[in-house]
């Protein structure tokens, strides 16, 4: 069983920037592969970022390339997302998953979920 708490979300200008971060807890969550979702108001859980266990394989929806960027320190066993250039569309709540299985962290059938975060983008 892996548990998963998201942290770092708020109130952030347009064009400004936060940091997630993502601390998981449990027997081997240090080598399952971990992603970002969101799901803003009235819209489905949608795919923001993912990155193998390993640092060696990551992914981002179109959406948020070359904005944000997703990073892992196994040693602390957390995941971060760095959001830069944030718009009013990147509002929503934030969860993390993870998954042993790439796959299922690029999708909403990932295994485990965070409780998620709340980014709130004032433009």
């Known amino acids: 069983q892996v548990q998963l708490a998201e942290s770092g979300g708020g109130l952030v200008q347009a064009g400004g920037s936060l940091r997630l971060s993502c601390a998981a807890s449990g027997r081997g969550s240090s080598i399952y592969h971990m992603g970002w979702f969101r799901q803003a108001p009235g819209k489905e859980r949608e795919f923001v970022a993912a990155i193998s266990w390993s640092h060696n394989t990551i992914y981002y929806a179109d959406c948020v390339k070359g904005r944000f960027t997703i990073s892992r320190d196994n040693a602390k066993n957390t995941v971060y997302l760095q959001m830069n250039s944030l718009k009013s569309e990147d509002t929503a709540v934030y969860y993390c998953?993870?998954?042993?299985?790439?796959?299922?962290?690029?999708?909403?059938?990932?295994?485990?979920w965070g409780q998620g975060t709340q980014v709130t983008v004032s433009s």
């Open positions: 998953a993870a998954d042993s299985r790439m796959e299922a962290v690029r999708n909403v059938g990932a295994a485990y």
